[in-house]
C-alpha cells in the first residue's frame, strides 16, 4: 500500500480501511500532482515489479473491465526485466531434468531474452539438435502467490468499501487473472499448445511451429526446436523485394486466418518478436504460453460480426454480442446498434493505413459492456489478437484491407475443398441465420426434453397480481361458506318449530328456533358487512 500512497492513492488505501500497512507516512511522488489517475497507476504497476506488470499487460486488452484511458496507459507496459545469473539458471535445470541435463553438449550463458516469469537460452543436444529453453525463474511462484494474496485483499477492500468500483467487479478481474497466470506459469500446457499447433500446420506448411522436447519438458522448463531466421522485430525487409515482403505477410495473414476460422485455435500473443522470418519466405511461430481457443458459436460470431461490419448492418453486430452474453432484459437492441453505428460508422471503409480495425473491435467490447453485456473471454482474446496481427501488417506493408482478406480466404477455402467447409458456410449471408436456428435447435430440444423427463422436474407458473386473485377468491370462499351456515341454520330452526311448542318460548317462537333465526341473523349481517368492504 505504501506504493499506490506514494503515487498519490492514499486515500484509496484509508477508504478500504488498508491504511494500517502504511507504516510511515511515505512522500508522495515528485510528479504525482502532474500526472493522471491512469499515469499514476501505471507507475505504481511499475514499481511493484511483475505481477502487477502482468495484471496491467491482460487489462490493457480488456476495455470491457475498466475505462478506456486506463487501457491506453497500461497498454505501455514492458514485461522486460534484467536477466538472472546464469548459474541459478543451470542450478535449476540440474533440478529439474536431473539425469536428462546431461544430454545437453552446450547452453549458452547470454539468453536470448528474459521476461517476469521465463528467460530463453540457447542450446544443443549431444545428438545435433539445435534447441531453445524456457526456464522458469526461481522462486517467482512465491512472488506471485504473495502478491496475489495481495491482490484478492485490495479487490474485497475495493468491493466493500469503494462502491463506485463495484461496476469494474474487481474480484472478478483478479480471479480472471489469476487463471490466466496458473496456465502461463505451467509450461507443460504450453507444450502442449505447441503439439497441438504443429498438428494443425504439418510439413511443407509456409507457417512453421517448433517440436517440443518432452523428454525434458517440466512444469518449469521447456525446451524446443531452434529456429534459424531473423525476428520480425529486428527484420527491416530491405533485404527483399516488395513482392518478397508481400508474400511474407501474406503466409503470417493465412495462417492467422486458419487458426481462427478453421482450427478454433489461434496464437494470443502475435507481435513481433514471436515471429521468425525463415528461408524462403516462410515464418515461424514461437511463444505459445498464451493461446485463445474459439467454440464453433464463437466462431460463426466471429465471421457474422465482420460480415455485418462488411455490409454495415450494425443491428446484426449488436445481436451477434447479445447472442453471445449472458441472457439481460436490460440490454436494449435498438439503443446499443444505434451506439455501435456511431462508433464504427465514420471509419467505414478505411483500410489498414488509416484505422486499427481491432482496436475498434476491442472499443465495441467496451461499448457492449457498457450496456451491462458480459462477453466472453475469448472475443477479446481475438479483438487483441487482431490488432498484433495489423501491427504485423504496419511492419512488413503498407496497407491492407483485413475485411476482404478475410472473404477472399473463405472464397479460397470453399475453391480448394479445406479440410472443413463450415466456414465458407458462415461466410454466406444467406445461409448464416438459419443455420444458427439448425444447429441450436435440436441441443435446445434434446436440453428441453431431458428437464421434462428429471424426477425432480415441476413446472412453475408465474401469474401477475396473483396475491389480488388470492384474495378475492379467499373472499368468495368465505361468503358461500358463511350462506351455506345462515341456510342450515333457517332450515334447522323452521324443521324444529313444531316438536318444540311445548317448551320455553321467545318471540312468540320456540327457544331453539329463535336461537338459530338470531345466529343466522347474526351472520348474514357478517356477510353483507365482508361483502361491501370487499375491494
Wanted: overall charge negative; aromatic content about 10%; glycine content about 6%.
Amino acid at each position: 500500500m505504501g506504493v499506490f500512497a506514494r503515487h498519490g492513492f492514499r486515500n484509496l488505501a484509508e477508504r478500504t480501511k488498508l491504511s494500517s500497512f502504511l507504516h510511515s507516512t511515505p512522500e508522495d511522488h515528485p510528479d504525482v500532482e502532474k500526472m493522471s489517475g491512469p499515469e499514476r497507476l501505471r507507475r505504481s504497476f511499475e514499481e511493484l515489479g511483475p505481477t502487477y506488470v502482468k495484471l496491467g499487460q491482460v487489462l490493457a486488452t480488456r476495455p470491457d473491465l475498466i475505462p478506456d484511458e486506463y487501457a491506453a496507459e497500461f497498454s505501455k507496459l514492458h514485461d522486460q526485466v534484467s536477466p538472472l545469473p546464469f548459474a541459478e539458471i543451470e542450478t535449476l535445470l540440474k533440478s529439474e531434468l536431473k539425469e536428462f541435463f546431461a544430454d545437453f553438449s552446450s547452453i549458452e550463458a547470454e539468453p536470448l531474452g528474459s521476461a517476469s516469469i521465463a528467460q530463453v537460452h540457447r542450446a544443443q543436444l549431444k545428438s545435433g539438435e539445435k534447441v531453445v529453453i524456457k526456464v522458469q525463474r526461481p522462486g517467482i511462484l512465491d512472488v506471485i502467490q504473495d502478491d496475489l494474496s495481495v491482490l484478492f485483499l485490495l479487490a474485497d477492500g475495493l468491493e466493500k468499501y469503494v462502491p463506485e468500483s463495484r461496476a469494474y467487479n474487481p474480484r472478478g478481474i483478479v480471479n480472471e487473472y489469476f487463471k490466466t497466470l496458473e496456465l502461463e506459469t505451467n509450461f507443460i500446457v504450453e507444450g502442449n499448445n505447441l503439439r497441438r499447433m504443429k498438428n494443425n500446420f504439418p510439413k511443407g506448411s509456409e507457417v512453421r511451429v517448433p517440436t517440443v522436447y518432452w523428454n525434458y519438458c517440466t512444469e518449469k522448463v521447456l525446451v524446443m526446436e531452434a529456429f534459424e531466421g531473423t525476428p520480425l522485430s529486428q527484420w527491416t525487409g530491405s533485404q527483399v523485394s516488395v513482392e518478397a515482403r508481400d508474400q511474407i505477410f501474406q503466409h503470417i495473414l493465412k495462417g492467422y486466418m486458419k487458426m481462427v476460422f478453421v482450427d478454433g485455435l489461434f496464437h494470443g500473443d502475435l507481435h513481433a518478436g514471436n515471429v521468425i522470418i525463415m528461408e524462403n519466405q516462410n515464418v515461424g511461430l514461437i511463444d505459445f504460453g498464451v493461446v485463445g481457443r474459439l467454440t464453433s458459436r464463437t466462431q460463426s460470431a466471429i465471421v457474422n460480426m465482420l460480415l455485418a461490419l462488411k455490409k454495415e448492418d450494425y443491428e446484426r453486430m449488436a445481436l451477434e454480442y447479445v447472442e453471445l452474453a449472458p441472457f439481460s432484459e436490460a440490454v436494449n437492441l435498438e439503443l446499443f446498434s444505434r451506439d455501435l453505428r456511431e462508433l464504427l460508422a465514420p471509419f467505414y471503409g478505411l483500410t489498414l493505413k488509416d484505422v486499427n480495425l481491432g482496436k475498434l473491435l476491442l472499443g465495441s467490447a467496451g461499448l457492449a459492456a457498457e450496456h451491462g453485456l458480459t462477453l466472453p473471454s475469448e472475443l477479446l482474446m481475438f479483438f487483441k489478437s487482431l490488432v498484433g496481427i495489423e501491427s504485423l501488417g504496419r511492419k512488413i506493408q503498407n496497407d491492407f484491407d483485413f475485411l476482404t482478406a478475410a472473404m477472399e480466404f473463405a472464397e479460397e477455402l470453399s475453391a480448394s475443398g479445406a479440410t472443413t467447409d463450415h466456414v465458407t458456410k458462415q461466410f454466406s449471408t444467406v445461409a448464416r441465420d438459419s443455420q444458427s436456428l439448425f444447429n441450436n435447435l435440436p441441443r435446445q430440444l434434446n436440453f428441453m426434453l431431458k428437464k421434462l423427463n428429471s424426477p425432480g422436474h415441476a413446472f412453475h407458473l408465474r401469474i401477475e397480481n396473483l396475491f389480488e386473485l388470492k384474495r378475492a377468491f379467499e373472499s368468495s370462499f368465505n361468503l358461500v361458506f358463511l350462506g351455506l351456515i345462515i341456510s342450515a341454520l333457517i332450515i334447522s330452526g323452521t324443521m324444529m318449530y313444531p316438536h318444540a311448542q311445548t317448551g320455553p318460548v321467545v318471540g312468540g317462537l320456540p327457544t331453539i328456533t329463535f336461537l338459530m333465526y338470531m345466529m343466522a341473523g347474526i351472520l348474514g349481517i357478517i356477510a353483507f358487512i365482508n361483502y361491501i368492504r370487499k375491494p
